[in-house]
């Protein structure tokens, strides 16, 4: 059974800071309550709750995953390379980073990198904790770890393995974790697949019955963090039927959560039980409290937000929404949040310095969608959700918002939070995994006072025309710059006009730009259209519109399969347009 022992994130710390010898709480950066000086700027590019101020504590450290404070204001983070970042060059030196202020100016002034770099074959990851004098990494397919070196903010010498082998394959091949007081290393196994299907992500693929997968995925591990040599198996699975839960976090009152990325594509695999728009609206996000023993429904089920309970899935008989089944005896959530959001991170902050109401709920780090379209993408911000007994006692309010800038997908994105940690001045620290942002975000007030307030909404995200439209409206092609594209032979410059709008979702349901970007220059879910690099194809039009047609399965350089068509049904004249305006895209070598 797990502990009920209130864990706070100062206790745990003054455990390293004694272990290890590292400079006490007390030489920790001041308090938060800082001066408008302190805070130059409109929040360092970032909106927040009434009262709170952020600065920029470090840039560009690679891609920034999960972080933890030690005791001195030490901030350390994971970051993560390869296939995702579409294999792009890290910065020199470890996955690992150690970033300290030891100015008080709220910026890191010193940054030191360790652990294994690219050439030594490591890829970083996402988890990393302190425990017991050490700092805890998730390497590849390993959790680490280092005992801390007094008098210094990295480790010097060679890791002990704490657990190996973990899988690396599939669709979620990263292993977050956390460690609660009693030294339990709880470590997420997300899933190889999107609903465990006999073909992943193809149209009307049914699910595998019993799904074998769930031995060694889709759920909770526990190992002993004060053992080395440990190997993964099936037998330390805790809980089930979590397809991919990236955030853990304990609270004050002990009770362990995690937080669930949902399951994809339910309009484009099963367009005779869902319309379109079920797609960007189903299944909720969500955040368990973990058990052990307990199965969260993956993939039988999946929660359905407006319904607010557990609905069977398609691939294991479901009807679009109606039937229960099985799902009956599986373990609802705590909170929901909106589809396709992308939890990667949840933290309940325990430090009395920090606002008391903000202490009566968690904050969640909702990475941001890509497969929400035809409908705007979704999430790219920080939300608090209020709780009581373990439960969501209240509507969540955005608490950090603006971080995507003025186009919330992941191609283009300017930033996307990832996760989430608590200083011992009473700080609360945001990582960025596109190009390696932290955040410190501080309240300047009375902390019994504040209240909880929506984070104003970002400038120039929504911007529209302040003059009067024309009487007969606007044409769906005011404003493209489709003109400027050459058709391929046998093609027009209407069929390319009709493609763009598919492509974005303008016309015929279309979804191709949730996954390959509005501007076509690909995500880590779809292919770059634009460089004119063919995989699949020979870049004719003919090819181009036989690969749409058919789909792919087994993508070589991305991480999402597409479904034939992109999901939606499409007739010949739209399938030829959508194929067109590839073709001219891929051509030109800038698109407006």
Known sequence: MMSKTPILATSLLATLSAAAGLAPAAEAPPPMMMSAASCPGPGAGITLSQGFCATVFADNIGHARHLVVAPNGVVYVNTWSGRYYKDDTPPAGGFLVALHDTKAAGKADVIERFGDTAAQGSAGGTGIQLYSGSIYAEVNDKIVKFPVVTGAIVPKGKPQVVVSGMPLTGDHPLHPFIIDSKGNLFVDLGSATNACEVQNRMPKSPGNTPCTEKDTRGGTWRYDANKTGQQFSPKERYATGIRNGEGFAIDGDGRLFATQHGRDQLSENWSALYKPKDGPELPAEEVFELKSGADYGWPECYFDGAQKKLVLAPEYGGDGGKKVG????????????????????????????FPTVYRKGMFIAFHGSWNRAPAPQGGYSVVFQPMADGKASGNYVVFADGFAGAVKEPGRATFRPSGLAQGPDGSLYISDDVKGRIWRVTYRGVADAAKVTAAPAPKGTAAAS???LPPEGVHPDAGRQTAALTPPPGATQDQVALGDRIFHGEAANGTCGGCHGSDG???????????GKWLWSDGSLDSIAKTIATGVAKPKTVGGAMPPYGGTPLEPDELKAVAAYVYAISRKKTVQ
């Open 326 to 353: 099985l799902c009956a005896d599986r373990s609802p959530p705590a909170a929901f949040f909106p589809a396709h959001w992308a939890p990667n991170d949840i933290l309940f902050v325990t430090n009395p310095k």
């Open 466 to 468: 302040g003059s009067e």
């Open 521 to 531: 220059r690909g995500s880590p879910v779809g292919a770059d259209l634009v460089t």
